[in-house]
């Protein structure tokens, strides 16, 4: 979906129903695609039901096409769209100051896979050793 395709989606928020209709799927395979790939998460009402904003549903649509017409099974889908991510929003340098999202940026937009956690998790493991090297070196 390009971004003129914005005008395709009118409202703000949707309701399962309508983005069933919207991506062609019925609503169980929305929530197993939920599911699956933990990167679409709808808001609940306060009713209950999920809600899901413009970007919700073109993550689904993106998820549609790579089931559908390009037949890749749901973790390659996963995969496809984690690929796309790493590559559209990079990861800083060591070091570097990563930069705040914007006011209302989209959580899912921000979200960090477990893989680039466990990275920065390490480098900071190694970064306390030294700090705690460097301390114990400076004790008279």
Not at 42 to 47: G, I, L, M, V
Not at 100 to 121: H, K, N
Request: net charge positive.
């Amino acid at each position: 979906m390009s971004q003129n395709d914005d005008d395709k989606l009118p409202k703000l928020y949707y309701r399962i129903g309508e983005v069933a209709r919207i991506v062609g799927v019925d609503p169980s395979v929305l929530r197993h695609w939920e599911h699956e790939c933990r990167t679409v998460r709808p808001r609940r009402a306060k009713s209950g039901q999920r809600v899901y904003t413009k970007q919700d549903v073109k993550q689904l649509l993106e998820i549609r096409r790579l089931r559908y017409e390009e037949q890749l099974t749901m973790k390659g889908a996963i995969r496809r769209l984690q690929q796309v991510r790493a590559e559209s929003h990079p990861e800083p340098a060591a070091g570097a100051p990563a930069n705040s999202p914007e006011p209302g940026a989209d959580v899912a937009a921000a979200a960090v896979s477990r893989e680039q956690l466990r990275q920065i998790l390490l480098d900071l493991r190694r970064r306390v050793v030294e700090v705690i090297a460097m301390l114990e070196d400076d004790t008279p």
